[in-house]
């Protein structure tokens, strides 16, 4: 008799026995939609680049960023970060610090030299790109990636739109703008600067363009009639952000009002303060509650001691001073006027009442339509015009750098689909994202998230050095395994040691797991112990 | 702004987890586990027993380098592993007959030693019923004896194999199919019933220790340091029974977890006579918690619910608070 010691019946003698026929549901390893990618406007895959950065390998997780986003060191510093908000997390103790995160791989990506994947072979289509913004750029760079040539015109100097002219360099240091968009320069996408497109369809036919995009942005500031004396100084926030981004310091005096409740009037509010304005008042008709300006930044401005109005408009400027006008919200929400006025100092008021997009070119495009101020465009981001697309600020949209990215890369996989004669991809099925109650919370270790070191408030007001720092590389990687990895497997073994019928296997290489369905009884306990929600039981056809 | 104490993500609590060192995984993360109770078993969909045996016999082999026999008393682990001419164990395995599981490995471990094969560990194990009932004289005598036996007992609190009768582990206030939910006190009578693992630590035995099916990385350190141990040890391992307990299948875990975080069952290790450690309470909750999705305790919420017998279960999870200090470190 050969058995091992003290065994007399056929080990594994019950393997015969198929359990796996009690079955009636079977659990079927899903991936679902984290509710931070859902809520990325520039469509990043969040969930998967912080895996990658999970167990240190930054390169990958950058790798995995730049397929949605050319732009992580950018957008780590200047994106208002929606992905935060819908953070699972922030039910448990506080969301992932995923814009920290972003910022970091964009930044060591900087320090390492990494560069974009090299472009697909050439396709011999010649795509038309009308504005170096953040739209202009995403498309650009998502087109050079499919092997289509692509021109970027733009009447600037230099490449970048807002997010030059209109963001200022306390929050997003000149360098670290030109590393990303060099980078697409040598990826192979063409720049022709000082170059304004006055003719869209005679530039495509002159350029031989196959397709055109047009991302103009919205650069007209809306002004609005203000009964102002001879000696008053009225200015429009975009062109002093824009001068000061350009390196001049304009004097705009000693108190400076800005009007308007927006991130252009933080930034502006903030831009006069380190201008050398000892009062800087935003003024708001609005309240709190109804302010379009991100928290943060409304935060990090009164930090630097700006002060608000709120429920105020300015009825009149004189020389040093304004007279403002109380407000009310009616029930309905809406400010209106009480007749109560007060007078407040100001040198200069600086406008930051939104913006509007110029039509000069796009009345030139035939079967282009411009509805309440925007581009019409349809799902695929096509104009009325065939071959012409629009996107970023220009067309009905939340405006922001991240949507305008988000644009970018939407527009491009279009126009590619154009090119190809095929039908636009199809518009994803809208998925629900994964619930926090989805996910079975007790494993996850108790870890409260890292801050990022800010600038001294002192030391703000005299300089336009970055306020907000990065996180080392130990901060960073435990603020990327503070992700939940909301609806997919991050490998933690659950399932293959919570099953009693041993029907969970472990595949060779990976952190992947399959199901042993001849054994496996149906019992849903992996199901019900994974964390992240990666396992559904779906019923077997009686 | 460095941290300094190691994260990953899930740590300890996950069974594995691929940013742990390989040495801070479970047993049961390895691919290479020995799965001492392999499949096509007939234990019911989610039993907690089945799941817990392989948790132990692995950990144990894996201590002693698969040196290892065990003595098993009659009861659902016996007989859904072995209908003959079957079984479902890989490691070498004994029956004899319900009473006497602790007496039979005791004779075991001491053939063994005389054979000069000393180094084959000897490990018992048996359900609530044959343990705190039927093989209780036994199991007291091996303790007495300190013989070198790992006595392992599967507590689902009743005799869930002959039709779920009440044991000497069933708690106060549950039903059982001799223990209805009839009557002025429904189900089973409180204040009656034994605390085995006191019992245990009475005898002044080297090891005792009490763990879930919730808690492999704590039930695992206890099957190592058992088995570093010689002489006579006990391990009381709280196995959930979605037939008897009346619950979900797929809740098997979480209603251990409950059990633990309520205070209900406290999990604990005593030396030599000493309760040494308790495993603190993260995130308490009142017993209605886990009472709730048992059909055993359905009668307790029915209509108006028995509000006063419920606080007589919560008594006893608190008392359990304060015997082991259960919120000391964390509350």
Known sequence: ?542 | MTQTAKFYQVGSRAVGNRLLPLDQRTEQANPERRNALTSGHRACQGCGEALAARYVLDAAAHAVGGRLVTVNATGCLEVFSTPYPESAWQLPWLHSVFANAASVASGVAAGLRTTGRGDIRVLAQGGDGGTVDIGFACLSGMFERNDDVLYVCYDNQAYMNTGVQRSGATPGGARTATTEAVGAEPGNLFGIGKDAARIAIAHDIPYVATATVAELHDLEAKVRKAMSIRGARYLHVLVPCPLGWGSATSETVRLARLAQRSGLFPVIEAEGGVVTSALPIRGRVPVEEYLRPQRRYAHLFRGEGRPDLVARVQRLADQNIVRYGLLDEES
């Open chain 1, 1 to 542: 008799m050969n058995k091992p010691f003290a065994i007399t019946l056929d080990v594994r003698s019950s393997l015969a026995n198929h359990t796996g026929m009690w079955r009636s549901e079977r659990p079927v390893y899903t991936a679902g939609l984290p509710p931070c990618q859902h809520a990325c406007p520039a469509g990043e895959h969040v969930q998967a680049w912080l895996y990658a950065a999970e167990d240190g390998s930054y390169e990958s997780a950058w790798r995995r960023l730049v397929q949605d986003n050319p732009f992580p060191a950018v957008m780590g510093r200047v994106c208002y970060h929606p992905c935060e908000t819908a953070c699972n997390r922030a039910e448990l103790d506080s969301a992932v610090g995923i814009n920290s995160v972003e910022r970091f791989l964009g930044d060591r990506a900087i320090d390492a030299g990494w560069r974009l994947p090299d472009a697909a072979p050439a396709t011999g289509r010649r795509v038309l790109v009308v504005g170096a913004g953040p739209c202009g750029l995403s498309a650009a760079y998502q087109l050079r990636r499919l092997g289509h040539e692509v021109h970027v015109h733009d009447a600037g100097e230099e490449p970048g739109g807002m997010m030059r002219h209109g963001i200022p360099t306390f929050r997003l240091p000149r360098d670290v703008l030109d590393i990303e968009i060099a980078r697409l320069a040598d990826l192979g996408v063409t720049f022709c600067m000082n170059s304004k497109v006055t003719d869209l369809r005679e530039t495509m036919r002159a350029g031989g363009f196959d397709a055109a995009l047009i991302a103009i942005g919205a650069q007209l500031s809306r002004r609005a009639y203000l009964p102002a004396g001879q000696a008053s100084r009225v200015l429009d926030a975009l062109s002093v952000l824009g001068s000061v981004a350009d390196g001049e310091r304009p004097g705009l005096g000693r108190a400076v009002v800005v009007y308007g409740g927006g991130n252009t009037a933080m930034d502006a509010a903030r831009t006069a303060r380190r201008l050398g304005a000892d009062d800087a008042v935003v003024v708001y008709r609005r309240t709190q509650a109804q302010m379009p300006a991100d928290r943060q930044e409304l935060d990090e401005a009164l930090a630097e001691g700006v002060r608000i109005k709120w429920l105020r408009t300015i009825a009149a400027v004189g020389e040093g001073s304004l007279t403002l006008e109380k407000m009310t919200l009616d029930e309905a929400g809406l400010p209106q006027p009480t007749g109560e006025f007060e007078e407040l100092a100001g040198d200069a008021v600086v406008l930051a009442l939104g913006q509007d997009v110029d039509r000069s070119l796009l009345d030139t495009v035939p079967g282009l339509r411009v509805v309440d101020g925007v581009i019409e465009v349809d799902e695929a981001m096509m104009t009325g015009s065939p071959g012409v697309f629009a996107g970023g600020d220009a067309v009905p949209t939340d405006r922001s750098v991240t949507h305008s990215i988000g644009h970018g890369r939407r527009a491009a996989v279009a126009i590619d689909s154009w090119l190809r004669r095929q039908d636009p991809p199809a518009q994803r099925q809208e998925r629900d994202p994964v619930p926090y109650s989805g996910l079975n919370t007790w494993y996850y270790s108790d870890a409260p998230r890292s801050v990022r070191p800010r600038l001294e408030a002192a030391r703000r007001t005299d300089t336009f050095g970055e306020v907000v720092g990065g996180l080392d590389e130990d901060t960073a990687l435990f603020e990327a395994r503070r992700c939940l990895s909301c609806g997919n497997c991050f490998g933690c073994d659950n399932c293959l040691g919570v099953c009693p019928d041993n029907a969970v296997i472990k595949l060779d290489g990976a952190n992947h797991y399959a199901i042993d369905l001849d054994y496996c009884k149906g019992c849903g306990l992996c199901a019900a112990e994974c964390p992240c929600g990666a396992i559904e039981m779906v019923p077997e056809e009686s």
